[in-house]
Nanobody, 125 residues
Framework: QVQLVESGGGLVQAGGSLRLSCKAS????????MGWFRQAPGKEREFVAA????????DNADSVKGRFAISRDNAKNTVYLQMNSLEPDDTAVYYC??????????????????WGQGTQVTVSS
């Protein structure tokens, strides 16, 4: 079956960096766009970044532009989220998600087919 497994979360001070990874199995990875979402306590799940199946197109939420970068390695079935200049407001559980590629990136969680279990990112001030 399809599995998405996130890793790389943890506790970091404000201004620090983390790189999240999400390894996929059970699907043809190069046929899926990938997204990162996050959910803080008491808040709705929100879009962070997405990348096309080839990696040629990306989309980032305004709140993370210039600080976060999404990338993928189709040979390793892995998508990454490099997070720099982290802020306390970035504290959340981060989820990766896979969406059958249609050529169009989307920020809507309900358009994604598969989800990982999440990894906690905590940024201290």
């Amino acid at each position: 079956q399809v599995q998405l497994v996130e890793s790389g979360g943890g506790l970091v001070q404000a201004g620090g960096s983390l790189r999240l990874s999400c390894k996929a199995s059970g699907l043809t990875f190069s046929g899926y766009a990938m997204g990162w979402f996050r959910q803080a306590p008491g808040k709705e799940r929100e879009f962070v970044a997405a990348i096309s199946s080839s990696g040629g197109t990306t989309d980032n939420a305004d709140s993370v532009k210039g600080r976060f970068a999404i990338s993928r390695d189709n040979a390793k079935n892995t998508v990454y989220l490099q997070m720099n200049s982290l802020e306390p407001d970035d504290t959340a559980v981060y989820y990766c998600a896979a969406k059958t590629s249609t050529g169009i990136l989307t920020r809507l969680p309900n358009r994604y087919n598969y989800w990982g279990q999440g990894t906690q990112v905590t940024v201290s001030s």
